[in-house]
């Protein structure tokens, strides 16, 4: 592809002390083709003014500084960047040199945060590639990297980075686009395109494939043939991923704004049932069709809600996706004796703690998730004071929008969620009669009263 098919406008021409264009960068692996600043959209005026900051200084520091990865896909993309990344070959001791506002973090990748105000550049240096030992970079048995700080040039640090699309650099010092994978036109084309051979890099970082289902599904690229062909292949890698970090990635995945297509990814290409196998052995089984459109629904109201800037909480989705197999468990336990209410708690801290084997989930979302599922019988009381209590629990709403869920998947009447959203909507005398309850809320209307328990004192 010619460059210039990426139009941008003729402004941020170069600055007269600024070089007009580099000679092409040998690397071990391929020189980077330099895209002039004529030949790409991408303007300082929709780059972030701290990042730019960030980026002068360390040119002024006389170092390299580079805009990289995803910000310099989304400008190309006409989208505007959650964050912007820079990369340069001064070291980490060197960048908080120069910025006082500048916290060193990480044990595997050693990384400099500047902090603008809520803003935060990520400074990172270039990291060494190639698959040549060395003493700082450690792999486990399985081909893992467990640790890296090997600082390397830029037509090293290119390598490391994992799709064509996010290895692009923006040159502070004369505007340019350094691409060395051909990521350029992959940006164009739309296509997602591991860097490397597949196997070796989903082997050192299982994680990657779950990355590529989320680029994919987030930018609208479709996945290379040669990356996607040993996905399936290689899922069960990710059981070797700490849990902790899964979750991470899930929230990623499915809070992303595009969960619905995430999910599909998912399951095309056999990475779904890794992270939660109870579920795809629901999915699998007699209720899949109604469980599977309860998935779908509550993944596309959390992706209008994203788009929305409204909130989302873990603990709603991981009880969407937990859902079949908590009621079949719930189902088995209640053949066992005991109530429904009873049964449906047990088969939710069953199901709960096995997951924890796959992906964590924190207490701070599995004790509400347990209390919002602990509602649903309930609502078929609509009479007397439980049903008020119920109307007034801290987690009604959340219990109340999970049976809106279900009734559209025709696991519940719908005249029972009519019902509840119509007292929603009631004057508190109102509800107090529809529910059966005088004036102040104590006592059935019938006028009964509750026999007392208490034992009268022998004299």
Known sequence: MNPAQF?????????????????????????????????????????????????????????????????????????????????????????????????????????????????????????????????????????????????????????????????????????????FTGGFQDVHDRVLRLIGDPETRYRED??????????????????????????????????????????????KLFHGGHGLRVFELLGQYGLFGQLFPHTEASLAGPHGESLEKLIRLALANTDARVAEELPVTPTFLLAVLLWGPIRERAALLLEEGGSDVDALAGGTTEVVLEQLERVSIPRRFSGPLREMLALQPRFSQRRGVRAMRLLENKRFRAAY?????????????????????EVQE??????????GLRRGGGKPADGRRRRSRRRSRAD
């Open 206 to 251: 299982p994680v990657r494939m779950l990355r590529a289902v989320r680029f994919a599904a987030k930018l609208g690229f479709s996945i290379a043939p040669e990356t996607a062909a040993p996905i399936a292949r290689l899922a069960p890698l990710l059981v070797e991923v700490p849990p902790a970090r899964l979750f991470d990635e899930i929230l």
């Open 401 to 421: 929008d999970f049976l809106v869920l279900r009734a559209e998947c025709g696991e519940v009447d719908p005249d029972l969620v009519e019902w509840w959203t």
């Open 7 to 179: 139009d941008g406008s003729k402004a941020d021409r170069l600055d007269e002390d600024h070089p007009a264009s580099h000679p092409p960068v040998l690397a071990g692996q391929g020189a980077a083709t330099i895209v002039p600043r004529p030949d790409h959209n991408i303007s300082r005026a929709n780059i972030s003014r701290n990042a730019l900051k960030v980026l002068y200084r360390l040119r002024e520091g006389g170092f390299q500084a580079f805009l990289v990865g995803g910000s310099v896909r989304d400008l190309l993309l006409g989208v505007t960047p959650k964050d912007f990344d820079i990369a340069t070959d001064a070291h980490p001791d060197q960048v908080a040199e120069l910025f006082r506002n500048c916290r060193l973090i990480g044990r595997r990748f050693r990384l400099a945060h500047v902090r603008f105000g809520r803003e935060i550049i990520e400074v990172a240096t270039f990291r060494a590639g190639g698959e040549e030992a060395h003493d700082d970079r450690v792999h486990d048995d399985a081909g893992r990297i467990l640790r890296d700080n090997v600082y390397g040039s830029i037509d090293e640090d290119v390598w490391r980075r994992d799709f064509t699309s996010n290895a692009l650099y923006y040159n502070i010092a004369d505007f340019s686009i350094w691409d």
């Open 426 to 435: 009631m004057d508190a005398e109102t509800r107090r009669k529809e529910m």
